[in-house]
């Protein structure tokens, strides 16, 4: 199982959720997608990404004005 | 999801303004991104946008002063950090969204094939095609 980063930080509407979704595409299931960022929509629109694509959101966590997501394929 | 629920957008982008290019190029990647399909139907000013090195060139729809308008816009834009046209038009059919070019706005305007980045076009179409794409689609706009 693979883990892959991706680097949203300083990255404003819609890259932040164009880069998740280009990362899961090349994901493998199983493997985890971490997204990390500092758009604030992002935050709520990924998860919400995450459900319509039917995908197991692991955590959303903040550090400071960074936050960072956790995606199972 | 069930079987027959819409899951698709479908955007015509009948303006050729950057700032409406860049409206139509946003929902329909947030839409890929979100898991639905995506089709854009250039047709009239946005079809100027799909030439070769036209992609930039639209005006701002509102205040565009000869240019001054939107010199400042794309300032602030790049102060914001916004992607480009081209990255998201690249994104855009990285996540498998199809082009579509009107082929009457191409005879009327007599743009030919050649003029267009080909590459990336889908289909070369009419309105037939784009009644059978919002049909079957969830959101349809005009941009």
């Known amino acids: ?73 | 999801m069930a079987d027959n629920e819409k899951n698709k957008a479908t955007i015509i982008a009948h303006s050729g303004d950057m700032d409406k290019i860049y409206s139509a190029l946003i929902v329909a990647n947030g839409a890929l991104s979100m898991g639905m399909e995506a089709s854009i139907f250039f047709t009239f000013w946005g079809l100027q946008r799909l030439k070769k090195d036209g992609l930039e060139k639209g005006p701002l729809s509102k205040m565009n002063m000869f240019g001054l308008g939107k010199w400042m816009v794309k300032r602030k834009m790049k102060a914001s950090n916004v992607a480009s046209l081209e990255r998201m038009l690249q994104d855009f059919v990285e996540l498998g969204g199809k082009i579509l070019a009107c082929d009457m706005t191409m005879e009327i305007m007599g743009i030919k094939k050649e003029d267009l980045r080909d590459d990336l076009v889908s289909d070369y179409c009419a309105v037939g095609t784009y009644v059978n794409e919002a049909r079957e689609s969830a959101i349809t706009l005009f941009i």
């Open chain 1, 1 to 73: 199982m693979a883990e892959i980063k991706v680097d949203c930080i300083g990255e404003t509407c819609p890259v932040p959720l164009v880069e998740t979704r280009k990362a899961l595409r090349k994901a493998e299931p199983g493997d985890i997608v971490e997204v990390i960022g500092t758009h604030p929509s992002s935050k709520k629109e990924i998860p919400m990404a995450v459900k319509a694509l039917g995908l197991e959101l692991l955590e959303v966590t903040d550090e400071g004005d960074t936050w960072r997501i956790r995606i199972r394929k």
